[in-house]
Nanobody, 119 residues
Framework: QVHLVESGGGLVQAGGSLRLSCVAS????????MGWYRQAPGRQREMVAS???????NYKDSVKGRFTISSDNAKNTVHLQMNSLKPEDTAVYYC?????????????WGQGTQVTVSS
């Protein structure tokens, strides 16, 4: 199993920046990829950014050029640097780990951290 703990959310004005961090513990050697998802009230959870164990990254179109995902393998940590934040980025942000367990992928989630962007 993998345990994920997020930090770094908060309230920021439009145009500002925040940096989210997610620390993984447990069976971290079996992690295929990690990522950040978000869920706004009344909306489905959506992928924001992901990074594979090889370092390949993927972003939601609306955050490209503004958000950057990175990993610090030595600290088992994934960061999401969010710049030029917009009110529509307001949501609860969840860290995700895609983990191979007994030859099948399993998703693990953090508890979520609130990001609020005021206009």
């Amino acid at each position: 199993q993998v345990h994920l703990v997020e930090s770094g959310g908060g309230l920021v004005q439009a145009g500002g920046s925040l940096r989210l961090s997610c620390v993984a513990s447990g069976s971290i050697t079996n992690i295929n990829s990690m990522g950040w998802y978000r869920q706004a009230p009344g909306r489905q959870r959506e992928m924001v950014a992901s990074i594979s164990s090889y370092g390949d990254t993927n972003y939601k179109d609306s955050v490209k050029g503004r958000f950057t995902i990175s990993s610090d393998n030595a600290k088992n940590t994934v960061h999401l640097q969010m710049n030029s934040l917009k009110p529509e980025d307001t949501a609860v942000y969840y860290c995700n780990a895609d983990v191979m367990e007994y030859y099948s992928p399993v998703d693990y989630w953090g508890q979520g951290t609130q990001v609020t962007v005021s206009s």
